[in-house]
């Protein structure tokens, strides 16, 4: 059975600090896709990133970075000098990655609610 | 543009009441999802659906039904024998055939039973 964790429920910073979301996850599947989806209060979800697990790079887009770790099977996700628009919640999320590439279901995490004050 | 239509954003029935949730999608992908969502929960997976005419529990299958009888339409039916049906519902379509592949999700139907 497939897991995902976000311990973290509710962070609050002020504007301009850097945060971290983290993210662990537990699969026995070798092969896998990992997830960040941004869900803003009017509850669609944004797409962020998307990682296959033969993939380890770290990626950068503008003011977001992730850190993906099979090692520790960890896909933290870091937003540089946040901003008021940040605030959201963010969820992590898994599926299974069949062998012609195709994907099975997500499995979520319960997400954590970021706050940034001004 | 292509995507995913759910409809309608706010839905209230009668306890007791059966209810369908539309999703059409005109992305032209195989599979299509739907999931819940409680507050302060993650999402969770209800139905999925990988080909026309065929459809698979997820983990929370009870008390729901679906069909897919059409590539673009895979609707939802919350069932009087679902205990707690108040929930934010999302739908959701997947291809990975391409290099752009992933999910692409509908802005979601909030159902209220009273």
């Known amino acids: 059975a497939q897991k995902v964790t976000q311990a973290q429920t509710e962070i609050s910073v002020v504007e301009k600090e850097d945060v971290t979301l983290d993210c662990v996850y537990e699969?026995?599947?070798?092969?896998?896709?990992l997830f960040w989806y941004k869900q803003p209060p009017s509850g669609e979800l944004v797409f962020l990133i998307r990682?296959?697990?033969?993939?380890?790079q770290n990626e950068i887009s503008g003011r977001y970075s992730w850190n993906f770790q099979k090692s520790t099977s960890s896909f933290n996700f870091t937003i540089t000098a946040s901003q008021v628009v940040d605030s959201a919640v963010y969820f992590c999320a898994l599926s299974f990655m069949y062998s012609g590439g195709g994907a099975d279901g997500l499995t979520f995490g319960k997400g954590t609610h970021l706050i940034i004050q001004p | 543009d292509g995507g995913i239509t759910q409809s309608p954003k706010y839905l209230f029935r009668k306890e007791g009441q059966n209810v369908t949730l539309s999703c059409e999608q005109n992305l032209n992908h195989d599979a299509m999802y739907w999931y819940r969502q409680d507050p302060g929960q993650g999402l969770r997976l209800i139905y999925y659906s990988q080909i026309v005419n065929d459809f698979q529990k997820g983990d929370i299958a009870e008390g729901y039904s679906v069909s897919r009888e059409k590539k673009e339409s895979f609707p939802l039916t919350v069932t009087s024998a679902q205990k707690n049906p108040t929930a934010f519902y999302l739908c959701?379509?997947?291809?990975?055939?391409?290099?752009?592949?992933?999910?692409?999700f509908g802005s979601g139907t909030r159902l209220t039973v009273v």
């Open positions: 959701a379509s997947s291809s990975f055939r391409s290099r752009g592949y992933g999910y692409t």
């Open positions: 990682r296959n697990s033969f993939d380890e």
């Open positions: 699969t026995r599947d070798t092969t896998y896709y």
